[in-house]
């Protein structure tokens, strides 16, 4: 059964780099078939999507919220099977659950797997 | 960007209605909508796939509809452990939005 984890500081301050970390088992973060991405959510804002990596080539492919303005990245470490989360220059509004999470190539795309999530404070 | 408006925001049923959401896209996505439910300090779990495909194990009181621009959610015969909130997602694009959440509540 595939599981997510994500871990990383709970409180960040503001102007830094949260930076978050998900350790799949399971699978592998090598796989074609699927997008890893990150997802946060508030109870202000719901849901929101953050970002996805797509593992193809030397390189992969990434596809970020236009909303977070060049601040996020998503990268991939097949030799540890995890992907992480880093997002600049953070403010009180970054304030979120953070999840990890799996989505299909096939099928639509839906999010099949996703992490417990961890709450990040932005916070002086 | 694609906007998705997801009605009612909260939503009061008893066990064993029948009870129905809506989702509206900005644009035609054609069947690239994705059903979620969330409970209490749970992540959301898939239900629906491509408007109306149920996900393995999701039981056959879910149902799902639409393409284009318009969609719904039908639970059948609403059983304790349905109450929770629903959340449809398009997938038909980047950024990847989300509903604002329908809360399902026991009457």
């Known amino acids: 059964q595939l599981q997510l984890q994500e871990s990383g500081p709970g409180l960040v301050k503001p102007s830094e780099t949260l930076s978050l970390t998900c350790t799949v088992s399971?699978?592998?973060?090598?796989?074609?078939?699927?997008?890893w991405g990150w997802i946060r959510q508030t109870s202000g804002r719901g849901l929101e999507w953050i970002g996805d990596y797509y593992p193809s080539g030397q390189s992969g492919r990434t596809y970020y919220n236009p909303s977070l303005k060049g601040r996020v990245t998503i990268s991939i470490d097949t030799s540890k099977n995890q992907f992480s989360l880093k997002l600049t220059s953070v403010t009180a509004s970054d304030t979120a659950v953070y999840y990890c999470?799996?989505?299909?190539?096939?099928?639509?795309?839906?999010?099949?797997?996703w992490g417990q999530g961890t709450l990040v404070t932005v916070s002086s | 960007d694609i906007q998705v408006t997801q009605s009612p925001s909260s939503l009061s049923a008893s066990v064993g209605d029948r009870v129905t959401i809506t989702c509206r896209a900005s644009q035609n996505i054609a069947k690239y909508l994705i059903w979620y439910q969330q409970k209490p300090g749970k992540a959301p779990d898939l239900l629906i796939y491509g408007a109306s495909s149920l996900h393995t194990g999701v039981p056959s009181r879910f149902s799902g509809s639409g393409s284009g621009t318009d969609f719904t959610l039908t639970i059948s015969n609403l059983q304790p452990e349905d109450f929770a909130t629903y959340y449809c997602q398009q997938s038909h694009s980047s950024p990847r939005s989300f509903g604002q959440g329908t809360k399902l509540e026991l009457k």
């Open positions: 999470a799996r989505r299909r190539l096939i099928d639509y795309g839906g999010i099949d797997f």
């Open positions: 399971g699978g592998s973060v090598s796989s074609n078939s699927f997008y």
